[in-house]
């Protein structure tokens, strides 16, 4: 399962092509390539494959749509022979001797990182996760247990694309701070990591990458979600600090076994408001009515068309919010 950028590397002659090629040369007749062909989500003008509904139902999807993931993953898209997994938005591109077995679950996947994506099959097989010069914020199955636990925070979700806006909810510590997860994966031992051409590039054995998912949820289901540290603070960077410090104290403790169920959760239409916290972000006006905005959520799909501010931030989600269980107010009303 590969994330990569061709451009880090420096100059590679062949190009993207080349990079494919060697990968599976290095594998070897029984080895499978997984690469991203994923479009842009709510905020392009395709979230979903614009074919799919032409081509669908099918085991594979024949959809020839670029991916956004770069060079590389486009350079295994064109290989002949290859398939792609059937989803909307998040579909994999599978080249090698079992890239049917890869990717014949994905179909029926009913979010973009949950239950019977490929991640799943690599497990199995116990393959490898390489990064090749980007980081570990790349890394999209980071979402896997979120999908199957179906956390308060999961996103907002698109059931017709099998699609989750992941940060609408939430904002995330792998992408707001990546450095701060880079050093934590570092840190943990997980990770090996080389120079590759220009880049700095790692690889993470895909059950060591589950065990340790799964130790840091079972001992904080919110270690990704980012919150206000505490009742006065909205320091996103010191909560971001302190849950990276904590995963790296819950994997010491040694790997722990997390309970699964799964329940998409349809987005956050509570409406409650909790203008007491640090990141409450006043109100504002968008068609016709007032939204409750928040600091510590990404923008909605629904509201970041309008631009400014809207294009920033989200609307509160209160009562799935893990910092007003923390600091619960009697006083809390609906707002208006």
């Known amino acids: 399962m590969l994330h990569s950028s061709l451009s880090s590397l420096g100059w590679v002659e062949g190009g993207a092509a080349t990079v494919v090629e060697a990968f599976l040369d290095a594998m070897g007749p029984e080895g499978t390539l997984l690469t991203p062909a994923f479009t842009g989500g709510a905020w392009t003008e395709h979230m979903a494959l614009p074919d799919c509904r032409d081509v669908c139902p099918q085991p594979f999807c024949p ?3 670029a991916s956004r993931e770069g060079a590389i993953p486009n350079a295994a898209l064109e290989r002949p022979g290859r398939l792609r997994g059937c989803h909307p938005t998040h579909s994999w591109i ?3 001797s079992r890239r ?8 029926e996947c009913p979010t973009p990182c949950g239950r019977g994506n490929p991640f799943e099959k690599v497990v199995e097989w116990d393959g490898c996760i390489v990064i090749l010069g980007v980081g570990v914020d790349t890394i999209t199955l980071w979402h896997y247990y979120e999908d199957l636990l179906g956390v308060d925070y999961l996103g907002y979700y698109h059931p017709e694309a099998r699609h989750l806006s992941y940060c609408a909810t939430g904002k995330r510590i792998q992408y707001d701070y990546p450095g701060i997860m880079q050093d934590v994966v570092r840190a943990s031992g997980i990770m ?8 700095d590039s790692g690889l993470i054995r895909a059950r060591a990458f589950r065990r340790f998912m799964g130790t ?3 001992d904080d289901p919110d270690c990704f979600v980012l919150r206000p540290a505490d009742a006065e603070n909205g320091d996103l960077a010191a909560d971001a600090l302190a849950k990276g410090a904590a995963m790296l104290r819950a994997w010491r403790r040694g790997p722990a076994e997390l309970s699964e169920w ?5 987005g956050c239409d509570d409406e409650l408001v909790r203008e007491d916290c640090p990141s409450f972000a006043g109100y504002h006006e968008a068609a016709g009515r007032r939204w409750p905005l928040c600091w510590a959520n990404d923008r909605h799909p629904e509201l970041h068309h309008h631009g400014g501010i809207f ?5 509160t989600c209160c009562g799935q919010c893990s910092w007003h269980l923390r600091f619960p107010r ?3 009303q609906p707002g208006d």
């Open 63 to 65: 959809s020839q749509w």
């Open 94 to 96: 599978a080249n090698g």
């Open 100 to 107: 049917q077995e890869a990717l014949r679950g994905q179909r």
């Open 192 to 199: 090996t990591t080389r120079k590759v051409g220009r880049s």
């Open 216 to 218: 840091i949820m079972a």
């Open 262 to 266: 799964s329940e998409v959760s349809a």
């Open 311 to 315: 294009d920033r931030l989200g609307k």
């Open 330 to 332: 009697e006083l809390a």
